[in-house]
Each structure stands twice: as C-alpha cells, then as structure tokens.
C-alpha cells in the first residue's frame, strides 16, 4: 500500500525484525535482485553476451516496448489501462511513411506523432468526459484506430523511398548507440521525474489509490487521467515511428498484441496494476529483465517462440512476489 | 441489481425510455442492422446464409459464455485464446489414439484442468484475475509447443472419424451450433434461475457484502474459471475437429474477442450485471454485420471499422446511460 519503496527503519533492533527487514527489502527489489543474478549469470554462460554490441543489441531490440511502458506506467499508476498502444503504434506508423512519401520526412515523422496525442487525447476524452471504464475504452478505440490505419493503407505496405532520410531516425546513431536507445533513456528520465518528484506525479498516484478521496482533497482527477492517456499515446507513437522509420515501411498490422508485453513488463516490475503504486525506474528494469531473459534463450539457441513461456511465468513470479509484498506491509 | 429510483418526478417517462435503450439498447440494435441487411441484401434472409451466421457465431458465443459468467463475477480470464489452442491439440493427440469421444473428453477436461488452475491462483491464492490469465495464456502457448515438438500444431490422422463433429448437422443445422445453444441455455438458466447464479451476481456487485451474506465468494470465483476453461476446451475441440488440425496459437486474440462482445451486449465491465443472453447478441451483432457486409461486396478492410465504431457507440451511450440513472 505505501507509496515509496524503502521500508522504514526498524525500532527495535531484535534478530526477528532484522529478518523481516532483509525480506521485505528483498520483496521490495525482486525484479532487481533477480535482473542482477540473471545479468551475473548470463555474463557466466555465454561469452557473447558481455560485449558492447550484444548489449546495445539488447537495448535496441526493447527500446519500444521500453518508451512506451514508461508512459504506460504513468496511466497505470493512475489507476488507468490503456489497450490501445499497439494501435497507435501502428497508426503512428502509417501515417509517418504515407506523409513522408507525399509532403516529406519531417512532416510526416512530425504528423505521426501528432496522430498519438490526438488518438491519446481521444482516449482520454472517453476515460473522462465519457465517464467509460478505461478497460474497454481503450481496447474498443483500438479496434478503431487499427481499422483506420488498415483503411488509410488499403492493406498494403507503405514503404517511402528508400533513397529518402526517412530510416535516418531509426538507424543512425549518436556516439555509437542508436537514437531509440537514447529516446528510451530519455523517456524513462522524464517519466522517472514526472513520476516521483513532481506535483503532477503525486496527484496520479493519489488518483490511483483512491479517485474520491483525491477529489474532496482538490485534485482535479479527471484531467490528471487525459493527461496519463495523452503521454501514453504521444509515447506509443513515438515507438511506431521509431520503427517504421527503422524497418523502412509501415503496416496496419504492426504491433499486434503489443500491449501485452508492455502491461507484462510494467506488472513484472513492480507496479501494481490495480493503481497508485509503481515506479518508472520498476518498469525499466522489467523491459530490461524480459529483454535478458529473451537475449540469453537467444544465445542459448532456443526457439523464440518459447519466449512467451518464459513471459507467462515472470508474470506470475510478479504477481506472487507482489503478493507477498501486500502482505507483508498489511500484517 | 439496478439502481431504479422510485420517484414519481416528470422525468419518469423519459427515464421509463433511457430503460429500455438501457435493458435493450444492444437488441434494437441488431434488429436494425438485420432490417436494414434483408432489404440491402436479397440472400440475407435466405436459410443458408442464417446457417451461415448461426455458424460463424457458434465457437464466439461458447467461449465468450464462460466469459460472461466470469466478468458478473468480477474476473477476468485472458487465458481462453490459449485454452483454444491447448485443449485442440490434446484433443487432437487423444483423438489420433482412442477416438473421437475420447477427443471431446480430453478436450473439456483439458479446459477443466486450465480453470481449476486459474481458479486456485485467483480464488485461493487472491492473485489478481487479469494477469494470472494473462500469464496461464502465454504459458499454454509455450506448453503447446513443447507438446507438439516444437511445431506448435497437431494434425488429426483420420478426418473422417471427426468430420460429424466438425461438420455434422440435425436438421440441416450444425452441431456446434446446437452444443452452443445448449451451453447457452444451460448457463442462462443456471444464472437467472438459481441460487448459484445469483451467488454469481452477487459476488461480483460486491464481494465483501457477499461474503457477509454468507455466500461462499471463493468457491464461486473458483466455479466461474471452471466454467470458462470448459467452455473454451471444448471450443477448441469443435475448431480443431473442424480444421483436420489444432495449433498451439490458433485462439489468440479471442479472449479480447470474447470480451468485447460480452461488453457490445451490455454486460457490465465492472461485475455484478449482466447475462448470457446479452452476450449472444453481442455475438449475433457482429457476425451480422460481417455476414452482411460479405453479401454487399464491402471491402472487408471497412468490416472491422464498422464493428470497431459500433463497439464505441455502445460503450460511450452505455456509460452516459449509467451516469444518468446513477445521478
């Protein structure tokens, strides 16, 4: 229930507590405990994962679902879902190439983008002013909005000159690692702050625990929710733009049944996906953990498909591990 | 159940309508689109293409039947794509060997055991219902493959043995579609005619008052997983008989499916209201629409559009008829 991680100082300073203490704090940091042993063991196992290339590859590979659960994380502390990032991302997408092919790159990266917030505005109009349970808000508007891009498309590829700047966004780098590494990092840094230092991030989380309460206590909650919504569109947006412009085409269907790694990563981290609790910085390790646990059964030469097994599981871990983290601050 | 407010004001007649949209709102509806259909498309009103409705929509309404079930009781079960696509392939295994009756039975059983694990994580272990769902639904994908060598399919050796499953009729109507009438029927009256039932509603409209009422919350949650990893077991198995052949992923995307047109129906996302019937017609409304839209050589591309912004209707008129009645 409470909303910062670190547990108190323990009063009196008898074996028992101590234990309690060292439990708890294990609870509290699971996924980080666990990213750490997972990193320690992959460093052991296989001699190519401990090399630059390996981890950017790595960081590279996950920088979409990372810049978009970061956001997530936000609408999910404040009590919220959103379904429709995969969606957007698609939207996103299509309408980047399609413009970048008919006015230019930069319009049509600049219109992707706009697409999001406008379609996280939209969601957010539903959620607020709609008074409709996000749930469903947000999984109905993504049948729409996946629709629209398949009628914007026809179903057919839209690839942009391949002579044009348009895959510069997603393939050049700065001192060697690659802009969506660099954009993931940024987007944890803004959500991270948004989230645990400033006004707006308190009044989410208040949202979160208890949605009355923060109204009688001045909050205005629902424009606290439009704007969790709006970020996380704006952020999926960001991701589907980030790779069209890298694949150098889009589709309608891209991103298909993205949100749940998405939601697997924000729930493994941490974050209670019931509201008013979480952390950026639990989300990242979450992508970061699944994105290692993915990159070694690679290594291992696993077939990938397996992937979601391992998925299913960390997910229950989370949820149990999460569990005991409920009871232990309860009794 | 709904929050009728006795007050003989001015507005009671207006309210008396905002009801009935209310109660029906999702029947009038259909009624509509088939009135519209039958004089758009001469062939919609033909037996055959009714088959073909009743057909399409036959495996949705099974699964999204446990579904609905489920969400009255406040859970949520993700894991039904995953389910599907397991319960195919044992059943197809078990088929290959003992035959058909041996198939449906593995099948259902394998939906069984599925619910009974969600159910002790959920009821049990108080682990929230939509991410262990989420979770049980990746695994059996996984476990799918393992179970198929890594093909992630299993295809049935004598098709003709399973055809009368997959393809048989009574009285020129598929089975499937009188196996879903019967789940359907059975449920309905299970839940608005019995104690049981009502225990259902009464836990999800509020589990605590429920528990102090003396209703045994835990053993209904539990039922309700049951429930819906039968239903899905056994959709799997018809899809499968059907198919000549099962896969590992061949349901994913359903459980979303299933949602959506419990929700098009009018059953409430937030538990405690709502019925199979509605679901059925959720279900009926968009195979309608489809089925319609193939007869009128719409570019499927606008099919999903058209489904998609009449899921947003119903939602959006939904939740401001709810604020009203509330208010």
Known sequence: MSVTTPPAAAPSVDVATRGRAVGRLLLDNGVLVAFAALFVGLTIASDNFLTKTNLLNVLESNADVGIVACAFTLVVVAGGLDLSVGAVYAFAGVISAELAMSVGVVPGILAGLASGVALGAFNGLMVTFGRVNSFIATLAAGIVIRSLALVITGGFRVAPDPRSNFSDLGRDALLGVRYSVWLFALAALIAGVVLARGRFGRAATVVGINAAAARLSGIAVQRVRFVTFVISGFAAAVAGVLVTSRAGQAGADAATGFELPVLAAVAIGGTSITGGDGAVWRTVVGVLFVGLVNNGLNLLDVDTRYQQLVLGVLILVAVAVDLGRRRASTS | ?327
């Open chain 2, 1 to 327: 159940m709904s929050t009728n407010a006795i007050s003989p004001s001015s507005g009671q007649r207006a309210s008396a309508a905002v009801a009935v949209l209310r109660e029906h709102g999702t029947l009038l509806v259909l009624v509509a689109v088939c009135v519209f259909f039958a004089f758009s498309a001469t062939s919609f009103l033909e037996p055959a293409n009714l088959r073909v409705i009743a057909q399409t929509a036959a495996l949705p309404t099974l699964i999204a039947c446990g579904i609905t079930v489920g969400i009255i009781a406040g859970q949520f079960d993700l894991s039904v794509g995953g389910t599907f696509g397991f319960a195919g392939i044992v059943a197809a295994v078990v088929g290959n060997a003992n035959g058909m009756a041996a198939a449906i039975v593995a099948g259902i059983a394998t939906g069984v055991a599925i619910g009974v694990v969600n159910g002790v994580l959920v009821a049990r272990l108080r682990m929230q219902s939509f991410l262990v769902t989420l979770a049980t639904g990746f695994i059996l994908l996984g476990v799918g493959l393992l179970l198929t060598d890594g093909s992630g399919s299993w295809t049935i050796t004598d098709y003709d043995e399973f055809a009368p499953l997959g393809q048989g009729t009574l009285a020129t109507i598929q089975y499937r579609v009188w196996i879903a009438l019967a789940v359907v029927v059975a449920v309905a009256l299970v839940l608005a005619r019995t104690r049981p039932g009502r225990q259902v509603y009464a836990v999800g409209g509020s589990l605590l008052a429920a528990r102090i009422a003396g209703v045994r919350t835990r053993l209904v949650i539990f039922t309700t997983f049951v429930l819906t990893g039968a239903c899905a077991g056994l959709a799997g198995t018809i899809g499968m008989a059907d198919a000549g052949a099962a896969q590992s992923s061949g349901g994913v995307g359903m459980e979303f499916a299933a949602i959506t047109a419990v929700i098009v129906g009018g059953t409430s996302i937030m538990g405690g209201r709502g019925g199979v019937w509605r679901t059925v017609v959720g279900v009926l409304l968009l195979a309608v629409i489809a089925n319609g839209f193939t007869l009128l050589y719409v570019d499927p591309i606008y099919n999903s559009l058209v489904q998609g912004a009449i899921i947003l209707a119903a939602i959006t008129v939904e939740a401001r008829l709810r604020g009203r009645s509330a208010a």
